[in-house]
């Protein structure tokens, strides 16, 4: 079996926790019971590119729920084609890429008899969301938020065979991040959690390598640049 080398997550560096892409989530816990419908957007006219019916209660299976927006993106979308999905209202819903190169959002409104409310909108965190990034590429990193906070970041280089089961945790407050200045290591991951009261938006951007290299851009294919089109 070959080894299909992803170059687009060789070249991640950049996260936008309103523009969820490869090597970094978001993570939202459902608490109230219920019927929600999530909308899938993606590309740069943020497109509707799926629909999932999620139901949340008490009583599913006690275990936190993934969903991989670039298998909705690959889903053939219609009206009768929608993915359903079974959550507990005591565990986290978690949605990442697995790959390619869309940034994805997405809306979830929950039914109410016959009104629906939007509930969560992966652009703008509240508090008690958490922002995930991994990088793998060692280097500093700064990263700020939409209300003023900055901080920097430096990962180390992969040290070893092992690799790291725990992640450095970066609270986002009233007063800024906490801390502000942070080590991690290669593929360790960082967790942003939410605790202001106003919703916000978290970037991390590369600043420079460790070894003074440069980040090789990965060229696009005539197939990517047809779809831009």
């Not at 970041?153 to 609270?171: A, D, F, H, Y």
Request: glycine content about 6%; hydrophobic content about 35%; aromatic content about 8%.
């Amino acid at each position: 079996m070959k080894l299909k080398l992803n170059r687009t997550l060789l070249s991640q560096v950049n996260w936008d926790s309103a523009a969820i892409s490869p090597l970094a989530s978001v993570v939202h816990r459902f608490s109230v019971p219920g019927q929600y419908k999530l909308m899938i957007l993606a590309g740069e006219k943020l497109d509707r590119i799926g629909v999932i019916d999620l139901l949340m209660d008490e009583k599913a299976p006690n275990e936190q729920l993934n969903i991989n927006l670039e298998a909705v993106a690959k889903e053939k979308f219609s009206k009768s084609n929608q993915i359903a999905h079974f959550g507990n209202t005591n565990k986290p819903v978690v949605f990442y890429a697995s790959g390619g190169t869309q940034k994805y959002v997405v809306l979830a409104y929950q039914y109410d008899r016959e009104k629906e409310a939007k509930v969560f909108d992966s652009r703008q965190l509240q508090a008690g969301d958490t922002f995930i990034v991994n990088p793998i590429i060692s280097g500093n990193y700064s990263f700020s938020s939409s209300q003023g906070g900055k901080g920097e970041i430096m990962i180390n280089k992969k040290s070893g065979r092992s690799l790291p089961t725990q992640g450095s945790v970066v609270e986002c407050t009233e007063d800024g991040f906490k801390p502000d200045k942070v080590k991690s290591d290669f593929l360790q991951p960082i967790f942003f959690q939410i605790k202001t009261k106003k919703p916000l938006r978290i970037t991390m951007k590369f600043e420079k390598r460790l070894d003074g290299g440069v980040i090789r851009k990965v060229k696009k294919t005539k197939k990517q640049k047809a779809k831009k089109k």
